[in-house]
């Protein structure tokens, strides 16, 4: 990666830090680890088990925490803040507008805008895009390429549809909702009932909506409900790969990592973090600030607070006991077997 920023403008993105060492830096080129750093990167202490590569990092500029005890060497410099991971994140917003900045305002003349959509003229869409009489496209809203928006569906202002999402007909974003890649929001909740030796589909006519600043990542598909609406709250970060079914409940500020799959009617409370490959069982509750290990298996429904692993998931501490246990397993069984043969 080839940047090219200041420390005048790193300070402006990073407010209320500590600066320690030379000031007067050439324009920082890069962003690396402590480790792999060289003379003109930026780099970061966000684990303190790294702590002891900073007196070596050939970095120029190292963002570390407050209590950071150490100094910096000729031509380097030390911000020290409350969050280095954040304060990274902040100048690498900055780097970001740069090497990426906006494409501008307009509609690109491949796509398509039936002539009963509600389009902001602030708007930028891309390439052979299509959006259906009906819907609505709220301010500043960015519309890559190939992305299809259905019929009376919306998109809240500031929000980015990345390409090949696809946004179907009467489902709802709020403000500054981020879909990456190949999203699909609003597909058919997958629901048969069996007749006649058949699996009949059964409509489903409700809708999605998905509340203001979430984001869901690349290939993440949300069902629409059978009547009402699937919900995403606010706030919400959800990761690559997730599937969530119809009816499903998300709610306010929750952290879905890659692979989860949710079955329909399941509800989650606030606050509520699930690790990679997880699975829910249908219509069921998960308490406000629960916590879910990755590959858990969730069949019944979990109280707030609780901290699940395993599959079926157990409390945690439960679950590390009992594999420790399975551990020693082997030579439990030896040691029984020498017993037997020594009566």
Not at 74 to 79: E, I, K, N, P, S
Not at 183 to 200: I, P
Not at 311 to 327: F, G, H, T
Request: glycine letters at 10%.
């Amino acid at each position: 990666m080839s940047i090219e920023i200041t420390l005048d403008e790193i300070l402006k993105a990073v407010p209320n830090c500590d600066v320690d060492g030379e000031m007067d830096l050439l324009p920082l080129v890069g962003v690396a680890s402590l480790d792999k750093a060289q003379l003109g990167d930026i780099a970061f202490l966000g684990n303190p088990k790294y702590k002891d590569q900073v007196a070596f990092t050939a970095a120029s500029v190292v963002i570390l925490p407050k209590d950071f005890i150490g100094f910096p060497k000729d031509g380097q410099c030390y911000l020290r803040v409350e969050n280095p991971s954040y304060a990274l994140a902040l100048v690498c917003r900055a780097i970001e507008e740069r090497l990426f900045p906006p494409p501008p305002i307009g509609i690109h003349s491949s796509s398509c805008i039936e002539n009963e959509a509600l389009v902001d003229d602030s708007v930028t869409i891309g390439p052979f895009c299509y959006i259906e009489n009906g819907a609505e496209i709220g301010a500043n809203v960015r519309l890559a390429s190939h992305v299809y928006v259905g019929a009376f569906a919306k998109v809240g202002a500031d929000s980015r549809l990345c390409n090949g999402v696809k946004l179907l007909s009467r489902c709802e974003l709020g403000e500054r909702v981020i879909l990456n890649a190949g999203v699909v929001v609003g597909s058919d909740g997958y629901g048969f009932d069996n007749v006649a030796e058949k699996h009949e589909k059964i409509p489903h006519l409700g809708t999605v909506v998905i509340e203001d600043d979430v984001e869901i990542g690349a290939n993440t598909c949300i069902d629409r409900s059978r009547f009402a609406a699937t919900r995403i709250g606010e706030g919400t970060k959800i990761d690559n790969l997730v599937q969530i079914g119809h009816n499903v409940i998300i709610g306010k500020r929750c952290l879905v990592v890659a692979q989860v799959g949710i079955s329909g009617s399941v509800s989650f409370e606030d606050d509520v973090i699930v690790g990679g490959q997880a699975g829910f069982a249908g219509h069921l509750n998960v308490g406000k600030g629960a916590k879910i290990a990755a590959q858990a298996g969730i069949t019944k429904n979990v109280e707030a607070g609780a901290f699940l692993k395993g599959n079926p998931a157990l409390p945690y501490s439960l679950a590390l006991r009992i594999a420790v246990l399975n551990r020693k397993l082997p030579d439990l069984f030896k040691r029984f077997a020498e017993f037997d043969e020594s009566s």
